[in-house]
Each structure stands twice: as C-alpha cells, then as structure tokens.
C-alpha cells in the first residue's frame, strides 16, 4: 500500500488503514515498520471487523501455514531480521488476536460500500491491481 499511495490517492480516494489493535501496540508498530502516509485506527474490541463480516482463521489452520512456511523457507517466513520488527512480532503473537483476518472495502463519497474483499487467509488479500482498476473506473 505504501508503493502505490501516491497512485491510489491521485484518484480521490483516502486509504484508511483500520487494524484490530490498540493505539498504543500501534504506535510501537508504526515506529518498527513506519512511517506510513496513511493513518491506522485501532479496532481493540474488533467491533468494526465483526460488524463488516470478518471472521478469525482457526488457530489450527494458521499453525499449519505457519509450519508449511518454516519448513520451506526458515523462520523468515513470518520473523523479520529486524530486531526491532522480530521483538514486536513476536509480542504481537502472545498478545495481539493474529488469528482475525483482514480485508479491503472501497466506500463512494456518500459511504456507500462499492466494492469489498473480506480475506480468508493471511495470503488472500486484494492485490493492489485489481484496487486500482476499481478506482480508476
């Protein structure tokens, strides 16, 4: 989302980045992985994720990913180099839900949902180019 920002607002639009965390876990999160030209509101309770339909993984299948990823290619599958990054992963992991997952919805002027891709994994996401097709029409 950072690479294509600039593109992505050209548009008119607003990227709002909304995450199930407090604002204090993301203000450590801006500072290990930041800055980002966008804001991030926390969703602590995941009212917001709830309300708009997302669901968390089962714990059982996110271990498994995670498993297959470090059997094919070592802990850089979820563990940055970054010490930084590592230790705020890896508080993320005992006490952030990393289970919910996530997803993209696109709002016109008037609030009205235009388009929405609720992930159902952490690979599943809307790619950028189809975003961008979207909001360009």
Not at 13 to 40: E, H, M, N, R, T
Not at 57 to 72: E, N, R, S, T, V
Request: charge should be positive; proline fraction near 6%.
């Amino acid at each position: 989302m950072r690479k294509h920002y600039s593109e992505m607002t050209k548009t008119g639009y607003q990227l709002i980045v909304v995450a199930p965390a407090s604002g204090d876990f993301l203000k450590q999160f801006d500072q290990a992985f930041g800055p980002f030209p966008y804001p991030i509101y926390g969703d602590p309770t995941k009212y917001l994720y709830r309300k708009m339909g997302h669901q968390s993984m089962p714990k059982w299948k996110l271990l498994m990913q995670a498993g297959i990823g470090f059997i094919k290619n070592g802990k850089k599958a979820f563990m940055p180099d970054n010490t930084r990054q590592r230790e705020l992963v890896k508080t993320a992991m005992k006490s952030q839900d990393i289970y919910i997952q996530g997803g993209t919805w696109i709002f016109n002027e008037n609030g009205k949902v235009v388009w929405s891709h609720i992930d159902t994994e952490p690979e599943n996401h809307a790619s950028i180019h189809d975003l961008l097709t979207i909001i360009k029409k």
